[in-house]
């Protein structure tokens, strides 16, 4: 017993030493605290994740299992390096564009996609082992950032309206009103507002507790036939290390691939700048401690998740959560990484979890997302309206891709005829350029 607590003693020892949880003025006991509350709040990836990329044509089971590697793995990744308190996992956003657009509407396999992400993580890679990195955040047109993460909100926001039956479509108008009186389509509704109800009163884990009810709601009502809450992790074989690389190295590709990289550049960038502050990170000169180390292992991890078969892995937001609740080193992240360890047991309770119930937390991520038009140039209309160009054309045009292509095309040509060329970075010129070389020969 004595040589069992003398080696208990140590190990905290080196843990308070290693994660410097003395200096940052935490405890062992509320880095746990926070790691859970950081896992409560982003759990629903575990589910959300695994039903798009099955729409892909890819095994539900395995992307369940790949879901929670890739996330124990970068986050456990994160914590130990760069000593951060942030989350990783494959990002909402990013796998709706894999799904829908890349395989849905352009027709590539889920392997040329993989293939895609792989090519985007070697450039992400690239970039953020160089200045370039700081070059490009400082290039792209602020207003155009803000407006490729609304975009990606009301597309996402439209999947689940559209997954839910809320919305459905028309010969006449495209879309119209879905049939509210039936009862998966209440039920995505009620999941919606359960979500946002929840979230607005501040209850932790809003998001995970909605679809819990709705599914169980589901089980009483005889709509979901319940089938056991743990057993054996499932095989990631059908769809491990299964990316065409050499697929997806074609022109028809590269909108997509840059689609993939500037989402997750800027994903990332935002997230960790965000949650930089808010855990006090930033010293007196706005330097950022670790930095570089953790945008490494941001993109780093976004390769090894291709191997897995997900869709680019990156930083969450949610993360801010655990920081909230009193994280301030890696040690947070560690504990995030142990808890979806663990939830690779529970790929049955997952299962049962109906399209609906995953839809309505869709729907809150999306009227999240948009929060950023707040920090739009309603001022200056050459900024703006190719902001909201961009913001418009990703879900109608049902594409990341080419709603990032529009609205950099068109703040080049209104820049341009307003006599403000001068105001079009270097980058900005030169992906307009290439985007209308696609358009036009591909």
């Known amino acids: 017993m004595v040589e069992i607590?003398?080696?208990?003693?140590?190990?905290?020892?080196?843990?308070?030493?290693?994660?410097?949880?003395?200096?940052?003025?935490?405890?062992?006991?509320?880095?746990?605290?926070?790691?859970?509350?950081?896992?409560?709040?982003?759990?629903?990836?575990?589910?959300?994740?695994?039903?798009?990329?099955?729409?892909?044509?890819?095994?539900?089971?395995?992307?369940?299992?790949?879901?929670?590697?890739?996330?124990?793995?970068?986050?456990?990744?994160?914590?130990?390096?760069?000593?951060?308190?942030?989350?990783?996992?494959?990002?909402?956003?990013?796998?709706?564009?894999?799904?829908?657009?890349?395989?849905?509407?352009?027709?590539?396999?889920?392997?040329?996609?993989?293939?895609?992400?792989?090519?985007?993580?070697?450039?992400?890679?690239?970039?953020?082992?160089?200045?370039?990195?700081?070059?490009?955040?400082?290039?792209?047109?602020?207003?155009?950032?803000?407006?490729?993460?609304?975009?990606?909100?009301?597309?996402?926001?439209?999947?689940?309206?559209?997954?839910?039956?809320?919305?459905?479509?028309?010969?006449?108008?495209y879309v119209t009103l879905g049939d509210l009186a039936s009862a998966e389509t209440f039920l995505g509704l009620l999941s919606f507002l359960l979500i946002a109800v929840l979230s607005i009163r501040r209850i932790p884990g809003a998001i995970i507790l909605g679809i819990a009810s709705i599914t169980f709601l589901s089980i009483i009502l005889g709509k979901v036939e319940y089938s056991g809450w743990i057993s054996r992790p499932p095989s990631l074989t059908p769809i491990f290390l299964e990316l065409d690389v050499l697929g997806a190295m074609n022109v028809g590709m590269i909108s997509v691939v840059l689609a993939f990289l500037f989402v997750n550049l800027f994903d990332t960038a935002g997230t960790l700048f965000a949650v930089a502050d808010n855990a006090k990170l930033t010293h007196g000169n706005n330097d950022i401690a670790n930095l570089s180390a953790a945008l490494k292992t941001d993109s780093l991890s976004s390769m090894m998740g291709t191997f897995l078969g997900c869709a680019p892995v990156t930083s969450y937001v949610e993360s801010s959560a655990g920081v909230s609740a009193g994280g301030r080193t890696g040690l947070t992240a560690v504990f995030t990484a142990l808890f979806f360890c663990l939830t690779i047991f529970m790929s049955p309770l997952t299962s049962m979890v109906p399209a609906y119930a995953t839809a309505g937390a869709l729907i809150y991520v999306a009227v999240i997302m948009l929060s950023g038009l707040q920090n739009l140039d309603w001022h200056d209309q050459t900024e703006l309206v190719p902001a909201l160009i961009t913001v418009i054309m990703i879900p109608m045009s049902f594409s990341i891709a080419d709603g990032i292509a529009i609205g950099f095309i068109s703040f080049a040509v209104i820049k341009t005829f307003t006599g403000k060329s001068q105001q079009v970075p270097y980058v900005a010129w030169a992906l307009s350029a290439l985007f209308v070389l696609k358009f036009i020969f591909i």
């Open 5 to 173: 607590n003398a080696r208990l003693s140590s190990m905290k020892t080196s843990l308070i030493r290693y994660f410097e949880i003395d200096v940052r003025r935490t405890s062992i006991r509320r880095e746990l605290i926070a790691g859970l509350t950081t896992y409560i709040t982003m759990a629903y990836i575990v589910v959300i994740n695994p039903t798009m990329m099955n729409l892909a044509g890819m095994d539900y089971d395995a992307s369940f299992t790949a879901t929670c590697f890739a996330a124990a793995i970068a986050t456990f990744a994160m914590g130990v390096v760069a000593n951060w308190p942030v989350a990783l996992a494959p990002g909402v956003g990013l796998s709706a564009f894999f799904t829908y657009t890349v395989v849905g509407e352009l027709g590539y396999s889920w392997q040329v996609a993989l293939g895609a992400v792989f090519l985007s993580s070697i450039l992400f890679i690239a970039i953020s082992a160089t200045p370039l990195r700081k070059w490009i955040l400082a290039s792209v047109p602020k207003n155009l950032r803000f407006a490729i993460a609304a975009g990606i909100g009301l597309f996402i926001g439209f999947i689940g309206l559209k997954n839910s039956g809320i919305v459905v479509s028309n010969s006449a108008s």
